[in-house]
């Protein structure tokens, strides 16, 4: 613990020093100069600081003015060493930030007893700090940790959906990615791009209380079914409505939005103007080549359909587009999704 001792009569700098170095075999360096140890301090921060109050050009007060206003020496402990009896003096020294005082001229077992005080105090200090910067550490690395989990709880309950529905995880991540494009086109934030990309896989979260018979019909549905089907909108809303967490509030505004519903969600993030104007966005990445649809290319080949799975045989007129992907990219998919924004 480096110690600092300003003071302009040598005779007075050298007495401080010999009696603090009999108590202490940490470094201390001793200046006559306030102005070149006030430099130096700039360059070290010293754990303890003595400090004369008559001085030339700056006197102790200025001194001690100077080093509080520095962020390395808000807690440091500064000791005035004044001949000076004057109420006046000391209460100046004590408003510019002065720890305690010490009278010239000074009795060597007081200093020690005074010494031995600061240095407990600056240890308490330091190790305060350490434990403050480590606390700090564990709550950003538990908090990495949760958002992982929560993006890895989200995924799974949206494969579930998915599944369900008779989709794969390509749907989920394409309709994600593309929320996310649109976010980063109107100019939000990262916090809410995350959100948004991790709240539009749950778009279809209502869909748990449709009827398989209905959710699963293969073929075309009917007028009264598409009013049924319709119906997943207010029920993936009411299902996480009364969660206090930002990530729900945000999959609510994208549930009850996403068909377009008459039931708009009871409270949303952004406006709906900043929504709108979100059609305009340009979803391609750079770089990217557009996949070729049947929209894109009227004279397109017809598209082979692989052979049928029990899944895909359940859903009848299941596009072939949603096949399962292969074990090793579907892994790498998620890699991405999970390391994304952590």
């Given at each position: 613990?480096?110690?600092?001792?300003i003071d302009?009569?040598?005779?007075?700098?050298?007495?401080?020093?010999t009696?603090?170095r009999?108590?202490v075999t940490?470094?201390v360096?001793?200046y006559?100069?306030p102005v070149?140890?006030?430099?130096?301090?700039?360059?070290v921060?010293?754990?303890?600081v003595?400090?004369?109050?008559?001085m030339?050009?700056?006197?102790?007060?200025?001194?001690i003015?100077?080093l509080?206003?520095?962020?390395?020496?808000?807690?440091?402990?500064?000791?005035?060493?004044t001949?000076?009896r004057?109420?006046?003096i000391?209460?100046?020294?004590?408003?510019a930030?002065a720890?305690?005082?010490?009278?010239k001229?000074f009795?060597?077992?007081e200093?020690?007893?005074?010494?031995?005080?600061?240095?407990?105090l600056?240890?308490?200090?330091?190790?305060?700090?350490?434990?403050a910067?480590?606390?700090?550490?564990?709550?950003?690395?538990?908090?990495k940790?949760?958002?992982?989990?929560e993006?890895?709880?989200i995924?799974c309950?949206?494969?579930?959906?998915?599944?369900?529905?008779?989709n794969?995880?390509?749907h989920?991540e394409?309709?994600?990615?593309?929320?996310?494009?649109?976010a980063?086109g109107?100019?939000?934030?990262?916090?809410?791009?995350?959100?948004?990309?991790?709240?539009?896989?749950?778009h279809d979260?209502?869909?748990?209380g449709?009827?398989?018979?209905?959710?699963?019909?293969?073929?075309k549905?009917e007028?009264?079914?598409?009013?049924?089907?319709?119906?997943h909108?207010?029920?993936?809303v009411?299902?996480?409505?009364?969660?206090?967490?930002e990530?729900?509030r945000?999959?609510?505004a994208i549930?009850?939005g996403?068909?377009?519903?008459?039931?708009?969600?009871a409270?949303?993030?952004?406006?709906?103007?900043s929504?709108?104007?979100?059609?305009s966005?340009?979803?391609?990445?750079?770089g990217?080549?557009?996949?070729?649809?049947?929209?894109?290319?009227?004279?397109?080949?017809?598209i082979?359909?692989?052979?049928?799975?029990?899944?895909?045989?359940?859903?009848?007129?299941?596009?072939?587009?949603?096949?399962?992907?292969?074990?090793r990219?579907?892994r790498?998919r998620r890699?991405?999704?999970?390391?994304?924004f952590?």
């Amino acid at each position: 613990m480096p110690l600092l001792i300003i003071d302009d009569s040598r005779s007075s700098l050298l007495a401080i020093e010999t009696a603090v170095r009999q108590f202490v075999t940490d470094e201390v360096e001793t200046y006559t100069s306030p102005v070149r140890a006030l430099a130096r301090a700039e360059a070290v921060t010293f754990d303890i600081v003595f400090v004369d109050y008559m001085m030339p050009v700056l006197n102790g007060v200025d001194v001690i003015k100077t080093l509080r206003e520095r962020p390395e020496y808000e807690n440091v402990p500064i000791v005035m060493v004044t001949s000076e009896r004057e109420r006046s003096i000391r209460l100046q020294a004590l408003e510019a930030g002065a720890t305690d005082f010490l009278n010239k001229p000074f009795d060597p077992l007081e200093l020690r007893a005074r010494l031995s005080n600061l240095l407990a105090l600056r240890q308490a200090q330091l190790a305060l700090a350490d434990k403050a910067d480590n606390l700090d550490k564990a709550l950003r690395t538990a908090s990495k940790r949760a958002d992982m989990r929560e993006q890895e709880i989200i995924w799974c309950l949206a494969q579930a959906m998915a599944w369900r529905d008779g989709n794969t995880g390509d749907h989920i991540e394409r309709v994600a990615g593309v929320a996310e494009l649109i976010a980063e086109g109107i100019g939000l934030d990262r916090i809410r791009r995350r959100n948004i990309y991790l709240a539009t896989p749950l778009h279809d979260i209502g869909k748990i209380g449709i009827p398989d018979a209905l959710l699963l019909k293969p073929g075309k549905l009917e007028p009264h079914e598409i009013e049924k089907m319709r119906e997943h909108v207010p029920i993936g809303v009411n299902i996480l409505r009364n969660s206090s967490a930002e990530l729900a509030r945000v999959a609510v505004a994208i549930i009850g939005g996403h068909h377009r519903s008459p039931s708009k969600p009871a409270s949303s993030p952004w406006p709906m103007s900043s929504m709108r104007s979100a059609r305009s966005v340009p979803i391609r990445r750079p770089g990217r080549s557009r996949r070729p649809t049947a929209r894109s290319s009227p004279a397109a080949a017809p598209i082979s359909t692989p052979p049928a799975s029990p899944l895909s045989a359940r859903n009848g007129l299941r596009s072939a587009s949603f096949a399962r992907p292969r074990g090793r990219m579907r892994r790498k998919r998620r890699a991405r999704r999970v390391n994304r924004f952590s």
